[in-house]
T-cell receptor, first 114, second 113 residues
Framework: SQQGEEDPQALSIQEGENATMNCSYKTSINNLQWYRQNSGRGLVHLILIRSNEREKHSGRLRVTLDTSKKSSSLLITASRAADTASYFCATDAEGSGNTGKLIFGQGTTLQVKP | NAGVMQNPRHLVRRRGQEARLRCSPMKGHSHVYWYRQLPEEGLKFMVYLQKENIIDESGMPKERFSAEFPKEGPSILRIQQVVRGDSAAYFC???????????FGPGTRLTVT
């Protein structure tokens, strides 16, 4: 079963609006990472948030983490057409034998209309 | 400062042939992870290596797949006797250590005809 599940699966907004994507996971984690993937391309690392952190910012990106609810959100403010991409959360599960491997969700496809 | 390099970017193989995918980690990174992405899906972990050691291969199919990260040179993911179901994008990521950011290469898109 998926460790991370993103919600919504698809999101369409107008340029300038904010986009919020959510990620839920099942097991305790060491950290959670958000990535962007443009169609047919590689993954771009956006933000890593550790289990003892609640919020991180990077430019127009804001990530929150609620370990009690096992969920995270990615907020993109003042969206641009260039933000159109798929966004994935990936968790580094806590536990003995953990090796830092990431477990990815299915992703949210974001379309920003000009 | 070059990022993670993967080659080839596209690879076409006939059923039964071998596929060799290469990954050079970012400078200063000694941890390499391989992931596979099937069409319209998220990435699935395959194997984690450090120099000359396989640390975690829990995501690797039991047959036909192998990986190595020699003391010198890139990490290699090898798929023997490819089948159509092996068609996918294979991504490599490198990290400075467990629990740190993983930076991904552009991927190798394998097509089995």
């Amino acid at each position: 079963s998926q460790q991370g599940e993103e919600d919504p699966q698809a999101l369409s907004i107008q340029e300038g609006e904010n986009a919020t994507m959510n990620c839920s996971y099942k097991t305790s984690i060491n950290n959670l990472q958000w990535y962007r993937q443009n169609s047919g391309r590689g993954l771009v690392h956006l933000i890593l948030i550790r289990s003892n952190e609640r919020e991180k910012h990077s430019g127009r990106l804001r990530v929150t983490l609620d370990t009690s609810k096992k969920s995270s959100s990615l907020l993109i403010t003042a969206s641009r057409a260039a933000d159109t991409a798929s966004y994935f959360c990936a968790t580094d599960a806590e536990g003995s034998g953990n090796t830092g491997k990431l477990i990815f969700g299915q992703g949210t496809t974001l379309q920003v209309k000009p | 400062n070059a990022g993670v390099m993967q080659n080839p970017r596209h690879l076409v193989r006939r059923r039964g042939q071998e596929a060799r995918l290469r990954c050079s980690p970012m400078k200063g990174h000694s941890h390499v992870y391989w992931y596979r992405q099937l069409p319209e899906e998220g990435l699935k972990f395959m194997v984690y290596l450090q120099k000359e050691n396989i640390i975690d291969e829990s995501g690797m199919p039991k047959e036909r797949f192998s990986a190595e990260f020699p003391k010198e040179g890139p990490s290699i993911l090898r798929i023997q006797q490819v089948v159509r179901g092996d068609s996918a994008a294979y991504f490599c990521a490198s990290s400075q250590g467990e629990g740190y950011e993983q930076y991904f290469g552009p991927g190798t898109r394998l097509t089995v005809t």
